[in-house]
């Protein structure tokens, strides 16, 4: 058995070693044995791709302790969101909203309030008018839907949790054949990821997306330690705290923890005061891909004592993705607005998920 394990990572080493990634999607296993430590184990870029480019001269110059531009190690912060930056968000939504949609309206063995099955109802409505790849949800969805999310998972333990989440990683995502949703990583980011980390740039994922779901699907795969990960916290209690607050109440030796409301959504300036308190020093690189990491992205760029950037992945694709033109080009005059280096899909992403990965024919509508 052991040699056949073995025999199984090999192979999968060498086919990610000469970009032969030839069955579905890659796995999980070659997603977590990509390394990129030179510029040329970049295999998932165009061979022209000027964003990858400027990276790549920007981590030659900050590295290098002879050039002006030089960053000490313990500066070398990189910050990335999640949805749309380094997964899937267009199948047909982000991920943690799909999890929340198959616990409220799919589950056989859970039964919602009549609040939260409205809610659900309503949210899935208008992922399949289409109007999230349009940017056209209704304003205050996103809070909304937060609320009504930790409010589905409230009383589970973490265990509980990270089984239930595990569990739908291995489910099929909609409008993308041959890809499970613990699948959905885009290869070129993870690449990026890898890079950077060979090249002592510290990595945190700061994330609009609850934070264990985030910790469950990101960490171990791109070795990022669970406390590099900020995100939206649900309230953890103890078993028997009901409703007394964490103030007043000491946890008893039968007690064990437990998921409750929402505490605060990590989106917008709220990324930025997360950085502040959680990293405690201004990030050097920044990667988003929409307008809620608009804050992360300009304050990684403002008033750095270091050389800094950032880039914006820009979901054009539609061929391999399903890209959106309108409002891809809407992420284009905001990223050339605010000085950010733009990331097309289209036309930078040698591969997106592997090849085998195509669009297909959604099963919700």
């Not at 040699?3 to 296993?29: E, M």
């Not at 998921?259 to 990590?266: D, F, I, M, W």
Request: with cysteine.
């Amino acid at each position: 058995m052991r040699k056949k394990i073995l025999a199984a990572v090999t192979a999968g080493l060498i086919a990610l070693g000469s970009f032969g990634i030839s069955t579905q999607a890659a796995t999980r296993d070659e997603i977590a044995a990509i390394q990129v430590k030179r510029p040329n184990d970049f295999k998932c870029w165009t061979k022209n791709a000027v964003p990858k480019q400027k990276l790549v001269e920007y981590v030659k110059d900050v590295t290098n302790p002879k050039s002006k531009n030089f960053i000490p190690v313990e500066d070398r912060v990189a910050v990335f969101d999640m949805d749309g930056t380094f997964i899937c968000e267009s199948a047909p939504c982000y991920f943690e909203w799909m999890l929340y949609l198959e616990r409220a309206l799919n589950d056989p063995d859970y039964t919602p309030s009549t609040e939260d099955r409205k809610y659900a109802e309503m949210v899935d409505a208008e992922i399949k008018a289409g109007h999230f790849m349009t940017g056209k949800f209704p304003k205050g969805i996103d809070l909304g839907e937060a609320k009504s999310q930790q409010s589905v998972f409230a009383g589970m333990t973490p265990d509980e949790y990270a089984a239930y989440v595990k569990k739908f990683m291995n489910k099929p995502v909609d409008g993308l054949t041959n890809l499970k949703w613990g699948e959905t990583f885009y290869l070129p980011m993870v690449e990026v990821i890898k890079y950077l980390q060979a090249n002592k740039f510290t990595v945190y994922i700061v994330t609009g997306s609850d934070r264990p779901a985030t910790r469950i699907m990101a960490c171990d795969l791109l070795k990022i330690p669970t406390g590099h990960v900020i995100g939206t916290d649900p309230q953890i209690l103890a078993s028997n705290q009901g409703d007394t607050s964490a103030d007043d109440y000491a946890y008893r030796q039968d007690d064990y923890l437990i998921r409750g409301q929402l505490t605060q959504k990590n989106l917008k300036m709220n990324k930025v005061v997360a950085i502040a308190d959680e990293i405690g020093k201004q990030p050097v690189l920044a990667f988003g891909n929409s307008g809620g990491d608009t804050s992360m992205l300009n304050y990684t760029i403002t008033g750095n004592k270091h050389k800094s950037l950032a880039f914006f992945v820009i979901c054009d694709d539609l061929d391999r993705e399903l890209g959106n033109t309108d409002k891809a080009n809407k992420c284009v005059k905001l990223a050339e607005k605010n000085g950010w280096i733009a990331i097309s899909m289209r036309d930078d992403f040698k591969t997106i998920y592997g090849d085998k990965v195509k669009v297909g024919n959604r099963t919700r509508e």
